[in-house]
């Protein structure tokens, strides 16, 4: 079998680009987005007989738009030098300097960089997460969705769909002007499924500290998973006091661009579980790079969305926790859904990721301009 050492990375022959637009089939609200359709961003790198792919995404075209024009200079840097993964990765942050290493350049290159990762590990002939050095993979999954904009009896139906296709736990939204409101519903969903699936609520950044403190000690007995993004992303001092404060843990992190978001969130106090996205933090290179960085604090470590791709990265996490599935917004893009057996995320065995974007959605989706 192929050693990670002895694999030479081929000199970048192609990189395609591809930008998808799928129409929600009714839009639907978090604490702070109104959502009616899913915009993709695809890196397709080939070498040496090899093809990677990598993705990106936002809510908006035009952000995409964005995204795609700053990956064709991306692509122009990965053409132009015969590098390794990582030589490849800091030649396109470099590239970046000026416009700045957070969004859409940062979100281009995470796609770009996913792509040579699975490119790397095909050539190798191993699946992603062996190339990374895990040897047992497997993490828990929970469902996502429970939209504030739907009935509670809504999202009590999905939990129930979740919890009845083997998940874990279900992850419903709140983070609307009533708080109250949003107690009772959170309380009404967990009366309606069984003890032993676990509930956690995600406030998408919607409320002051006072706020998300006032909810979270109204919920404490509750025993939620987790609080969600409770309060604005950057104010790392107010998390760090909810998380003191509630013993219900505090979850952060899925809105934080490369090493140094995660870097200042930790020197703050940091949060009890930290998410990390793989398109803020600019691709599998620094994911990786964090991972260790938070393992350190002893927070558990769990990823945000990419669940085929966070399926190989949290199994080469040392602990990992807890994988998210939101499947009507990226499912129908690949060919194959995440691997979930059991309430397990496993990644493919097949070399690279296994990610393979579908016939149907190209024909469908596919933005030609
Ligand atoms: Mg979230």
Same mark, same amino acid.
């Not at 890196?43 to 700053?70: C, M, Q």
């Not at 604005?232 to 090493?259: S, V, Y």
């Given at each position: 079998?192929?050693?990670?050492?002895?694999?030479?990375?081929?000199?970048? =022959? =192609?990189?395609?680009?591809?930008?998808?637009?799928?129409?929600?089939?009714?839009?639907?609200?978090?604490?702070? %987005?109104?959502?009616?359709?899913?915009?993709?961003?695809?890196?397709?790198?080939?070498?040496?007989?090899?093809?990677?792919?990598?993705?990106?995404?936002?809510?908006?075209?035009?952000?995409?738009?964005?995204?795609?024009?700053?990956?064709?200079?991306?692509?122009?840097?990965?053409?132009?030098?015969?590098?390794?993964?990582?030589?490849?990765?800091?030649?396109?942050?470099?590239?970046?300097?000026?416009?700045?290493?957070?969004?859409?350049?940062?979100?281009?290159?995470?796609? +770009?960089?996913?792509?040579?990762?699975?490119?790397?590990?095909?050539?190798?002939?191993? &699946?992603?997460?062996?190339?990374?050095?895990?040897?047992?993979?497997?993490?828990?999954?929970?469902?996502?969705?429970?939209? +504030?904009?739907? &009935?509670?009896?809504?999202?009590?139906?999905?939990?129930?769909?979740?919890?009845?296709?083997?998940?874990?736990?279900?992850?419903?939204?709140? !983070?609307?002007?009533?708080?109250?409101?949003?107690?009772?519903?959170?309380? /009404?969903?967990?009366?309606?499924?069984? *003890?032993?699936?676990?509930?956690?609520?995600?406030?998408?950044?919607?409320?002051?500290?006072?706020?998300?403190?006032?909810?979270?000690?109204?919920?404490?007995?509750?025993?939620? #998973?987790?609080? =969600?993004?409770?309060?604005?992303?950057?104010?790392?001092?107010?998390?760090?006091?909810?998380?003191?404060?509630?013993?219900?843990? #505090?979850?952060?992190?899925?809105?934080?661009?490369?090493?140094?978001?995660?870097?200042?969130?930790?020197?703050?106090?940091?949060?009890?579980?930290?998410?990390?996205?793989?398109?803020?933090? !600019? !691709?599998?290179?620094?994911?990786?790079? #964090?991972?260790?960085?938070?393992?350190?604090?002893?927070?558990?470590? /769990?990823? %945000?969305?990419?669940?085929? +791709?966070?399926? %190989?990265?949290?199994?080469?996490?040392?602990?990992?926790?807890?994988? =998210?599935?939101?499947?009507?917004?990226?499912?129908?893009?690949?060919?194959? *859904?995440?691997? +979930?057996?059991? !309430?397990?995320?496993?990644?493919?065995?097949? *070399?690279?990721?296994?990610?393979?974007?579908?016939?149907?959605?190209?024909?469908?989706?596919?933005?030609?301009?």
């Amino acid at each position: 079998m192929a050693e990670a050492t002895q694999i030479e990375f081929p000199a970048v =022959e =192609e990189v395609r680009l591809r930008r998808l637009a799928m129409p929600l089939e009714e839009p639907i609200r978090s604490g702070i %987005h109104a959502i009616d359709s899913i915009h993709l961003f695809t890196a397709e790198v080939s070498a040496g007989g090899s093809t990677g792919l990598g993705y990106a995404f936002s809510f908006r075209p035009n952000e995409i738009a964005a995204v795609a024009a700053l990956g064709a200079d991306l692509a122009k840097v990965v053409m132009e030098g015969r590098r390794g993964v990582r030589a490849h990765w800091q030649a396109m942050w470099d590239h970046l300097n000026f416009i700045g290493h957070e969004g859409a350049g940062v979100m281009a290159m995470a796609a +770009i960089d996913t792509a040579l990762w699975d490119l790397l590990a095909r050539e190798a002939g191993l &699946p992603l997460y062996r190339l990374l050095g895990a040897a047992e993979p497997g993490v828990d999954v929970y469902g996502a969705g429970g939209w +504030i904009s739907w &009935p509670v009896e809504r999202v009590v139906e999905e939990a129930r769909s979740f919890a009845a296709a083997g998940y874990r736990a279900y992850k419903m939204r709140v !983070g609307s002007r009533d708080w109250r409101g949003d107690a009772e519903r959170v309380r /009404t969903v967990r009366e309606a499924l069984d *003890p032993g699936f676990g509930l956690m609520v995600d406030v998408n950044q919607a409320w002051s500290v006072d706020v998300a403190m006032r909810f979270g000690q109204a919920l404490e007995e509750v025993g939620l #998973i987790w609080i =969600e993004e409770p309060t604005d992303a950057q104010d790392h001092a107010g998390q760090a006091r909810l998380a003191r404060r509630l013993h219900t843990p #505090i979850a952060a992190g899925e809105t934080l661009w490369g090493r140094r978001g995660f870097t200042e969130l930790l020197a703050a106090g940091g949060v009890d579980v930290v998410q990390l996205d793989l398109m803020r933090c !600019g !691709g599998i290179t620094p994911f990786m790079a #964090i991972v260790p960085l938070v393992e350190a604090t002893r927070a558990p470590v /769990t990823s %945000h969305l990419f669940t085929p +791709i966070s399926a %190989h990265l949290l199994a080469a996490c040392a602990r990992p926790y807890m994988a =998210e599935h939101l499947p009507s917004w990226f499912d129908p893009f690949f060919a194959q *859904p995440p691997r +979930i057996v059991d !309430g397990t995320l496993l990644p493919t065995e097949e *070399p690279g990721i296994g990610l393979e974007l579908a016939a149907s959605a190209r024909e469908r989706w596919e933005v030609r301009s």
